[in-house]
């Protein structure tokens, strides 16, 4: 059965900082593995998605990077800002439905 | 594109009651949903998948009876909360697939319910 496990659990720091959210799964088996938001009280926001043949992708200020064999990805996000601070879920498919992770709970302190 | 809405956004019940929730596709077709619950502090839990025209394939430990769901359309979903409690109290979450994208079959997601049960 996959497991996902997000770490750290929380994190805060200071603006301007850049920073690393981490994510390993027990099954290297996936098709997939996305990361999303997820702000208080509200729904999931997609930000980004890697297919198991990629090695890493990049949307703006963030960079998720796949290392399938080894079974862990992580998602950097760079110059922090305060609208940053969400919890950050990280997901992985393979035959099954998406599986999540706990989240890590971050903090931007302006 | 790849919208999918809920309805309703929050509800407030009493215990005993039974709560329905949509969760509708709008820009495209699914043949699968998925819902998910998620507890204060907890990741997402899938409870069941849902397949058009077929029953819900449920989680280990989700009664069926309690959480009833309907996928009577390529664009709908529903999911009914049956003599809710207390402990039902939770964030439902929908989640369709597209069947017009591609091999890699990306979970689109809802904003989600909050459902109170007093």
């Known amino acids: 059965k996959q497991e996902v496990t997000q770490i750290p659990a929380a994190l805060s720091v200071p603006e301007g900082e850049n920073l690393v959210l981490n994510c390993s799964f027990t099954?290297?088996?996936?098709?997939?593995l996305q990361w999303f938001r997820q702000d208080p009280g509200k729904g999931l926001t997609s930000l980004l998605l890697?297919?198991?043949?990629?090695r890493e992708q990049t949307s703006g200020r963030l960079n998720a990077s796949l290392d399938k064999s080894s079974g862990r990805s992580t998602l950097y996000i760079a110059a922090s800002q305060p609208g940053d601070s969400a919890t950050y879920l990280c997901?992985?498919?393979?035959?099954?439905?998406?599986?999540f992770g706990k989240g890590t709970r971050l903090s931007v302190i302006a | 594109g790849a919208v999918v809405s809920q309805h309703p956004s929050w509800v407030i019940c009493k215990s005993g009651t039974s709560v329905k929730i949509e969760c509708r596709s709008l820009?495209?077709?699914?043949?699968?949903m998925f819902w998910y619950r998620q507890f204060p502090k907890q990741s997402l839990m899938l409870m069941a998948t849902?397949?058009?025209?077929?029953?819900?394939?449920?989680e280990q430990g989700v009664e069926k009876d309690k959480f009833l769901i309907n996928h009577a359309s390529l664009t709908l979903s529903t999911l009914t909360v049956t003599s809710a409690h207390p402990e039902d109290s939770s964030f439902y979450i929908c989640?369709?697939?597209?069947?017009?994208?591609?091999?890699?079959?990306?979970?689109?997601f809802g904003p989600g319910t909050r459902l109170t049960v007093l």
């Open positions: 989640s369709a697939r597209d069947v017009q994208t591609s091999s890699y079959n990306e979970q689109f």
């Open positions: 099954d290297s088996a996936i098709y997939n």
């Open positions: 890697i297919q198991s043949s990629q």
């Open positions: 997901a992985v498919r393979g035959n099954t439905p998406l599986v």
């Open positions: 820009d495209f077709q699914a043949t699968t």
């Open positions: 849902s397949n058009e025209g077929s029953k819900a394939t449920y």
